[in-house]
Structures are given as C-alpha cells and as structure tokens.
C-alpha cells in the first residue's frame, strides 16, 4: 500500500464508494488523553460519533490525573467515538472505533474491540510507560497494531529507533509520527496499519 496517500482537500465522500470494497474495523487506542478522539474527528469522512462527558470530581479517586499533560483535561470519552473513512483508491473503507483511555472502562474493551481487524496505539514520548497497558491488551487479542506517536509542542524529540526500542516493538510493527489533529498524518499512520493488519490476517482486497 501507498504510504503517502493524501486525500484531497475538496468535499470528501460521505456515501460509501460504488463498487467493491473490503469494510474494516480499526480501534484507535491507547491512554487517557492521548489524542485519539481527536484521531477519529479528524480522519472521519462522516459526522463522527462522540461520547465524551465532563470529569468531575466524582472521577478524582479512579482516574489517573496526576500526569501534568492531563492538568487541563475537562472531558473524557466514557464509551467509544466513531468514524469512517474510505481510504484512497475506494477498495477499503475503514470503520474506526475510538476507545475510553481510562481503566474504569476496560470492561467494554471486549465488545468494543469485536471483529476488529488492527489498532492504532497512540503513543506520547513525554509518558511513553502510559501506552504500555493498552498494548498489552492488544497484544493478548492477536491484533497486529501500529504505533503512532501523536507529537504535542512540547514533547521531546526521539529518534524513532529509540521509541521502537524503548516499546520493545516487531520489526514488522509499523510506527510512524503525527499530529491527532491534522488529517494526512493521522492517515499515513492509518495506511501503515491496514497494510500490515492486512498482511497478518491475509485478507483478499481485490
Ligand atoms: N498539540 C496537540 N494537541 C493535541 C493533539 N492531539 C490531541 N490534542 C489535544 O489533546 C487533548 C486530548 O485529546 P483527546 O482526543 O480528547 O484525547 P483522548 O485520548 O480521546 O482522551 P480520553 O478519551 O479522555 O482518553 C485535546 O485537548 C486535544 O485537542 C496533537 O497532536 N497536538
Ligand atoms: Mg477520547
């Protein structure tokens, strides 16, 4: 699979492609506040579903604030975000599931995580040990999965082969960097990991 792809700046394509096409469902994972609804929103070519809700303080002796990149959080996803995107060329059309970063919520992991053909771990080079739960959970389900270290302004600047190393990563592991918010680097990420999910799994995309 092309690794530069770029989808094209005017109107994206609401309705699915004519033709055939492989459906495939991607989880967006990894820890609280690590950009992945911000992933979904900004790689969906449809309205994308949220549930995000406001944290209060009821949530102060569950969840794991005490990180400072996590200071100014105000909301959090309390069950999935959803999105779709038809990758280019029109033969792949990806469903993306975005999962809750809190430990509270690893109950819904298994309905969530259903079917699902990969996942997108997001990684910070500021909090690199906070992604490691998720991959485990990755990890015991079989999903190949790639990495994509969602780059903040003020995280440090790491060699890649540093990061790989420091996650313990399969040579095969894609891993990327980008940035959750802006849409062509989140799907260089998502073209890397429908290219090895589909080379694990052996699916049939023509
Ligand atoms: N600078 C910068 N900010 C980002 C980036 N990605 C996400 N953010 C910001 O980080 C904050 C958290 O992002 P979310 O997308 O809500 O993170 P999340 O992983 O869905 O969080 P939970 O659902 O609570 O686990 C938001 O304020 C985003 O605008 C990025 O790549 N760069
Ligand atoms: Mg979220």
């Given at each position: 699979?092309?690794?530069?792809?770029?989808?094209?700046?005017?109107?994206?394509?609401?309705?699915?492609?004519?033709?055939?096409?492989?459906?495939?469902?991607?989880?967006?994972?990894?820890?609280?506040?690590?950009?992945?609804?911000?992933?979904?929103?900004?790689?969906?070519?449809?309205?994308?579903?949220?549930?995000?809700?406001?944290?209060?303080?009821?949530?102060?002796?569950?969840?794991?604030?005490?990180?400072?990149?996590?200071?100014?959080?105000?909301?959090?996803?309390?069950?999935?975000?959803?999105?779709?995107?038809?990758?280019?060329?029109?033969?792949?059309?990806?469903?993306?599931?975005?999962?809750?970063g809190q430990?509270?919520?690893?109950?819904?992991?298994?309905?969530?995580?259903?079917?699902?053909?990969?996942?997108?771990?997001?990684?910070?080079?500021?909090?690199?040990?906070?992604?490691?739960?998720?991959?485990?959970?990755?990890?015991?389900?079989?999903?190949?999965?790639?990495?994509?270290?969602?780059?903040?302004?003020?995280?440090?600047?790491?060699?890649?082969?540093?990061?790989?190393?420091?996650?313990?990563?399969?040579?095969?592991?894609?891993?990327?960097?980008?940035?959750?918010?802006e849409k062509?680097?989140?799907?260089?990420?998502?073209?890397?990991?429908?290219?090895?999910?589909?080379?694990?799994?052996?699916?049939?995309?023509?």
């Open positions: 699979m092309d690794s530069t792809l770029s989808l094209p700046p005017s109107s994206p394509p609401v309705y699915l492609p004519e033709g055939e096409h492989r459906r495939i469902k991607i989880l967006v994972a990894g820890p609280l506040g690590i950009g992945k609804t911000t992933v979904v929103k900004s790689l969906s070519q449809i309205p994308t579903l949220h549930t995000d809700e406001v944290m209060t303080n009821a949530a102060v002796a569950t969840d794991d604030l005490s990180h400072d990149v996590l200071r100014d959080k105000t909301t959090t996803t309390v069950a999935i975000d959803f999105g779709r995107l038809t990758l280019p060329g029109d033969k792949i059309v990806l469903y993306l599931y975005g999962t809750p430990r509270r919520f690893l109950p819904l992991w298994e309905g969530i995580a259903f079917g699902a053909l990969g996942a997108l771990i997001l990684v910070d080079t500021r909090r690199l040990k906070d992604s490691w739960e998720v991959m485990e959970l990755i990890e015991e389900r079989g999903l190949p999965y790639a990495v994509a270290v969602n780059v903040f302004p003020d995280s440090p600047k790491y060699d890649l082969a540093l990061i790989r190393s420091k996650l313990d990563l399969a040579p095969e592991t894609p891993l990327v960097t980008c940035d959750a918010r062509n680097s989140g799907l260089h990420a998502l073209a890397q990991l429908t290219a090895h999910s589909i080379s694990v799994a052996g699916v049939k995309t023509s």
